[in-house]
């Protein structure tokens, strides 16, 4: 099934914003670059903060639609243990 061309990408965007962090840790970029970059990442950060805000709240309704109970929050190390 393909993909809207509107349609934002989350992996595509994270990887765009690491990409651009890279970038600026190395420290050969003018100080206008920075600052674009700068800009650049702080519109994807919001832009994957969206996604996963909208992300959590069809969870959240898929979650109530089956009575599935509630969301507690995701423990790596209790997973672990298990």
């Known amino acids: 099934m393909a993909r809207k061309a509107a349609e934002f990408d989350f992996e595509k965007a994270l990887g765009e914003l690491e990409a651009l962090v890279e970038k600026m840790e190395q420290g050969d970029l003018s100080l206008e670059e920075s600052l674009r970059h700068f800009e650049r990442g702080v519109a994807l950060t919001r832009a994957c903060q ?15 639609n089956t009575g599935a109970g509630e969301l507690k929050p995701f423990d790596a190390a209790e997973d672990a243990d298990d």
Not at 50 to 64: F, G, P, R
């Open 50 to 64: 969206k996604a996963l805000a909208d992300a959590e709240q069809k969870v959240q309704i898929l979650m109530q």
